[in-house]
Structure formats: C-alpha cells, structure tokens
C-alpha cells in the first residue's frame, strides 16, 4: 500500500479533473482506511464479486451455463477457476484463492488474535449455510466469547468473505428475529474451507449449495441491475418460513429456494395473510435464470 495514497489521490482528482484514478488492490481493509475520509465526495467505490452469471453470458449461452451449473456449486466463479479445465487445476485454483488472497488479509489484522479461533468459525459457518446463528452458541463450540465472535464476524463481511441475512419483522411475536443466516460470497471459498469438492451426486448438502449460489447470484444480479432493495430471511416460531425476502418498491418478495421438489408449496399461510401486499415464487434448477439473469 503507497502511503498517504488517500491525500495524493485528492490532490490529482482537486488539481486535475481530467484525469479519473482507479484504486484496486486485494487488501480491501488498508484500502477502505486510507482512502475514506480524504475522498469523502469525490469518489464512488465499486464492490467487484467473482464473475457472475450475467458476466459470463459475453462468453456462454443460457443453455451452456446451465450445463455447467454443477461447477458453478462446487467450485464457484472465480475467473481463474472458470478458465481451469481439468479437476484438479480448478481445485488447486479456488484453494490458492482461499488461502492466499481472501484469508492472508484477515489472518494479518491486528484485530485478529487467533488464527484457529477465526478459522474453525469460518468452517462452522460454512456447515451452517441457509441455517440460523447463534452468536453464543457458535462461541461456546468454538471457544470464543460473544464479543469476540461478533468482531470476527463484521472482519469477515468487511473481507468479503461472509454476508449477513438478517430476519424479517414487521413487530409479530411469533416472528423470529434475533438470529440471522451467513452465506458465502462464492461457494467454492465455502467448499474449500471444508475441503469438499465432491460432485453433486455424492453430496448430501446441495440444497445448502443451491441456496448459498442462488442467493449470491441474485445480489450479484441487483448489484450491477441498481435494483435497490433490503435483502431478509422469514421465520416464524411455528416453524413457517421463507428462505429470502427483498423489501422493494413498497412490496414484499418472498422466495423459496428449492434443490429439488416433491411438490409445488405453496405460500406460507400466516406470511400471505399477515403481508396482503406479497408475491411468493420458488426458486429451482428448471427457472433459476429467470431470477439471475431478467
């Protein structure tokens, strides 16, 4: 990192309007830290994930991406994994991505003071895709405290590694809100951290996979679309619920994510009746496009 790269990029941008800078760099902690305050208004920062479907129609038919899902579930979409041909290149590929650029960041902040504490929450989380966590339960299996699971939590968002789905409200008692649900900004970050690599026909959590890719894919999706919306999951104390809830444009979407169906659900009753201005819509392989892609 240049020092003091936040006040020479403010005195180019102040002194010469015709030149536009591009600061990028994989260490996005020393980034956001230097260059925040001196650029306040002069700046407009860009969140760069790993390529999504959208991106990757420039290259692929609808068609052909769908023939590659299963790589997409088990391996991610990092270009250079995408770009790997055989097995192992596309292994050896995302693990080198997990252990060298995503992790050396946050292994080498100061914040952080064990390594093995940070990583077995990493693997946990990734047992508990799609799943609620509890903060105080995943510290007692880890041997952390509360506070410090929380710290090692917001590092891990701020790394781009996790993102946090909270619970959605509207102030009924039997709502379930206190818990929130982690998905992984790439699933084969996510399978790499458990060191699975297995096809999906040898695997017993694909639904976890379905639902991590499916809910990446529509972020990636709303991201580059400016589809602005506040993103939940839906619970209730019954056991009723929705996988993910996008608050727009003054209405409700609910969507359930399904691997597989045994039959068409439908939507949960207290849900329709409590939110009249709703619309309900599964999610599956056979109209997953429609989701990530219009």
Do not use: C
Not at 23 to 38: C, D, I, N, R
Not at 65 to 79: C, I
Not at 244 to 271: C, F, M, N
């Amino acid at each position: 990192m240049i020092p003091n790269i936040g006040m020479a990029v403010k005195i180019i941008v102040d002194q010469r309007p015709d030149i536009r800078v591009i600061l990028t760099g994989s260490s996005s902690f020393e980034l956001a830290g230097q260059v925040g305050e001196p650029l306040t208004g002069r700046k407009q920062t860009l969140t760069l994930y790993s390529l999504s479907h959208s991106e990757l129609l420039s290259s692929y038919n609808k068609f052909e991406l769908k023939e590659k899902l299963e790589d997409f579930l088990v391996y991610g979409s990092y270009p250079e994994v995408i770009q790997a041909s055989t097995y192992k290149q596309k292994v050896d590929a995302i693990t080198e991505i997990s252990n060298s650029y995503l992790l050396k960041d946050i292994l080498a902040f100061d914040r952080v003071k064990s390594s093995k504490v940070l990583l077995d929450l990493l693997k946990l989380l990734a047992f508990q895709v799609g799943s609620e966590v509890s903060l105080s339960e995943v510290g007692t299996k880890i041997g952390a405290d509360y506070k410090t699971v929380q710290r090692y939590l917001d590092l891990l968002e701020k790394a781009f590694v996790v993102i946090r789905l909270g619970g959605f409200s509207r102030n009924l008692r039997n709502e379930v809100t206190n818990k929130a649900k982690y998905y992984f900004l790439d699933n084969g970050i996510r399978n790499s951290l458990i060191a699975q690599f297995n096809g999906i026909s040898q695997r017993n959590d694909i639904g976890q996979l379905w639902e991590n890719f499916i809910f990446i894919e529509r972020l990636k999706h709303r991201t580059y679309q400016s589809i602005y919306a506040n993103m939940y999951f839906w619970r209730t104390y019954q056991q009723q619920e929705i996988d993910l809830v996008e608050d727009r444009d003054g209405k409700l979407h609910g969507y359930e994510i399904k691997w597989s169906l045994y039959k068409t659900p439908k939507a949960p009753h207290q849900w329709a009746e409590t939110y009249s201005n709703s619309s309900y819509a599964i999610v599956t392989p056979d109209n997953y496009q429609n989701f990530i892609l219009s």
